[in-house]
């Protein structure tokens, strides 16, 4: 093959690459690479999904649209956050500068839509987005996936609701997006939403919870007490050692608010360190140590007192 037919085959492939960039009819932006996948699957291929891989609800926020911030919020992870140190340092920052590309190359004129549901880290996220979309005149519309899948997928008795758009299948998000786009946010509604973006951009916690239909920072230690109570729960049928991904599982996958495994496990490893639990192994990650309370029964046998958890 000579080089002028590679020369045509490869300008031949770029050209295809870009019809199809340009082809793109609505651009969508959804917290996380899971529910991004899952849009991916159930959305035609004239949609461009952007997933945002970060997790909003913890970690500082401290000006993350700007590098000086980014770098920051990378360092409290590398710091409390069991992820892989290679992952941080390499994949995190790629990923999260590609998809900030993506969105500032969101063309003029193409609808957005901004996936969300009732937890602190879509609503965040949708604050976010819609910081990084200010200068742009594109009609931006919200579904909220969770009141969406309420309205139009009634739950059945002692079925649980759906706490994170992850959680949705690929066919029902094709659903929600065909009944519940709506009309495209205003321009107070937009000017709204970024002010609250600000104002989060200024605190200091580094956790953050979704209640009555507001974002509300809170102590890190906030979730210790469920933690200790779900403990309490597992030792009832195993007096011994459980396995640290076994506690994790049953806080992450009971709580009404996502808070990410990643986040539960630094909390557990902040109670051993704090003297509540026992351990056995090493915690470089939940799959290798086991926990254990360290006799937090009281007198009526049940929960442990508000002013030892204080002291934590």
């Known amino acids: 093959?000579?080089?002028?037919?590679?020369?045509?085959?490869?300008?031949?492939?770029?050209?295809?690459?870009?019809?199809?960039?340009?082809?793109?009819?609505?651009?969508?932006i959804v917290c996380g690479e899971s529910p991004a996948g899952a849009l991916k699957v159930?959305?035609?291929?004239?949609?461009?999904?952007?997933?945002?891989?970060?997790?909003?609800?913890?970690?500082?926020?401290?000006?993350?649209?700007?590098?000086?911030?980014?770098?920051?919020?990378?360092?409290?992870?590398?710091?409390?956050?069991?992820?892989?140190?290679?992952?941080?340092?390499?994949?995190?920052?790629?990923?999260?500068?590609?998809?900030?590309?993506?969105?500032?190359?969101?063309?003029?004129?193409?609808?957005?839509?901004?996936?969300?549901?009732?937890?602190?880290?879509?609503?965040?996220g949708l604050r976010y987005f819609l910081h990084l979309l200010r200068n742009k005149e594109n009609n931006v519309?919200?579904?909220?996936?969770a009141q969406s899948y309420k309205e139009l997928f009634p739950a059945k008795k002692h079925q649980s609701i759906l706490r994170h758009s992850g959680e949705a299948d690929p066919e029902k998000l094709k659903v929600i997006l065909e009944k519940n786009i709506g009309s495209p946010l205003s321009p107070e509604e937009r000017n709204s939403f970024v002010s609250d973006w600000q104002a989060l951009s200024k605190t200091k916690e580094v956790l953050r919870i979704w209640e009555d239909n507001e974002i509300h920072s809170v102590p890190e230690s906030y979730f210790d007490e469920y933690i200790i109570e779900s403990a309490k729960k597992l030792h009832k049928s195993n007096k011994g050692f459980i396995k640290s991904a076994r506690l994790i599982g049953e806080v992450i996958g009971h709580l009404d608010?996502?808070?990410?495994?990643?986040?539960?496990?630094?909390?557990?490893?902040?109670?051993i360190y704090n003297g509540i639990f026992a351990i056995k192994g090493i915690p470089k990650s939940m799959r290798y140590y086991s926990i254990k309370l360290k006799g937090l029964k009281t007198k009526n046998g049940d929960r442990p007192s508000s002013d030892y958890l204080l002291k934590l």
């Not at 519309?141 to 996936?145: A, D, L």
């Not at 608010?257 to 109670?271: K, N, T």
């Open 257 to 271: 608010e996502p808070i990410g495994d990643g986040f539960a496990e630094y909390r557990v490893r902040s109670l």
């Open 141 to 145: 519309h919200v579904i909220n996936t």
């Open 1 to 28: 093959m000579n080089c002028l037919m590679i020369f045509k085959k490869g300008y031949s492939f770029i050209l295809k690459k870009r019809k199809l960039e340009w082809e793109y009819e609505t651009y969508h």
């Open 42 to 124: 159930g959305l035609s291929k004239e949609n461009k999904v952007i997933g945002f891989p970060d997790f909003f609800s913890n970690g500082p926020l401290c000006k993350p649209h700007e590098e000086v911030g980014r770098k920051k919020r990378l360092e409290w992870l590398m710091d409390h956050i069991n992820m892989h140190e290679d992952y941080l340092e390499m994949r995190y920052e790629r990923k999260i500068a590609k998809a900030l590309e993506e969105i500032d190359a969101i063309p003029a004129g193409k609808p957005i839509v901004i996936w969300t549901a009732d937890n602190a880290d879509e609503q965040t």
